[in-house]
């Protein structure tokens, strides 16, 4: 079945730091790959998306690009700030967008 | 636009009793999700409802659980005869009618269940 699978955190960096976090992903037919962030005590907020292979999304100096080739769509971030603490989601949809699937999130701790 | 709203915010709730979630989908959506996080672990898809139809309840416990999106007012989620286990984080998102590639869901704030 479809699924998702990203990086285990926590992952823990200092300010400024360059950022990572890989998904990668199973689905039959061609899905919409998705990031969402939650702070803390708050709900799931989209950060950026891509609906086809090769799309860049980007939002907040994130960035992450749909990669058909690996099943991949690792976010980056080039210069983290400790606002970026938060639990991170990838994520995939099929059938028109009314099923997605969530990976497991991977918690980012930002030091200052 | 008001986004998607939940309430309660915090539900305290003794084992035995039933705990009642509620959810407002943003306007115009028609379609409604509901997801569990328990402390330190993702999000679990429970079920997916359009007005008057449950859609998919695939990840709904078969007992105790039970969603329900009428014509009008909001979806509902319950369960009956709380226990321990059933303490997390309870989220709503909705989507509009129309789907297609990026449909994306948009999230409430979560009622956060605490059983004791």
């Known amino acids: 079945g479809d699924s998702v699978t990203q990086m285990e955190g926590p992952v823990t960096l200092s300010e400024e730091a360059f950022l990572t976090i890989n998904c990668t992903y199973t689905?039959?037919?061609?899905?919409?790959l998705f990031w969402y962030v939650q702070y803390p005590g708050e709900g799931l907020q989209l950060l950026l998306k891509?609906?086809?292979?090769?799309d860049k999304g980007s939002n907040k100096g994130f960035e992450a690009t749909y990669r058909k080739e690996t099943t991949s769509f690792h976010l980056e971030k080039g210069s983290v700030q400790v606002s970026d603490s938060a639990v991170y989601f990838c994520?995939?949809?099929?059938?028109?967008?009314?099923?997605?699937?969530f990976g497991a999130g991977t918690r980012l701790f930002v030091k200052a | 636009n008001a986004g998607v709203m939940q309430n309660p915010r915090h539900l305290v709730r003794r084992r035995g009793q039933e705990a009642r979630l509620r959810c407002s989908p943003m306007k115009g959506h028609s379609h409604v999700y509901w997801y569990r996080q328990l402390p330190e672990e993702g999000l679990k898809f429970m079920v997916y409802l359009q007005k008057e139809n449950i859609i998919d309840e695939s990840g709904m416990p078969k007992e105790r659980f039970s969603a329900e999106f009428p014509k009008e007012g909001p979806s509902i989620l319950r369960i009956q005869q709380v226990v321990r286990g059933d303490s997390a984080a309870y989220f709503c998102?909705?989507?509009?009618?129309?789907?297609?590639?990026?449909?994306?869901?948009?999230f409430g704030p979560g009622t956060r269940l605490t059983v004791l």
């Open positions: 998102a909705s989507s509009p009618p129309r789907g297609g590639a990026g449909n994306e869901q948009f």
């Open positions: 994520a995939l949809s099929v059938d028109g967008g009314f099923k997605t699937i």
């Open positions: 689905a039959t037919g061609y899905p919409s």
């Open positions: 891509a609906t086809k292979a090769d």
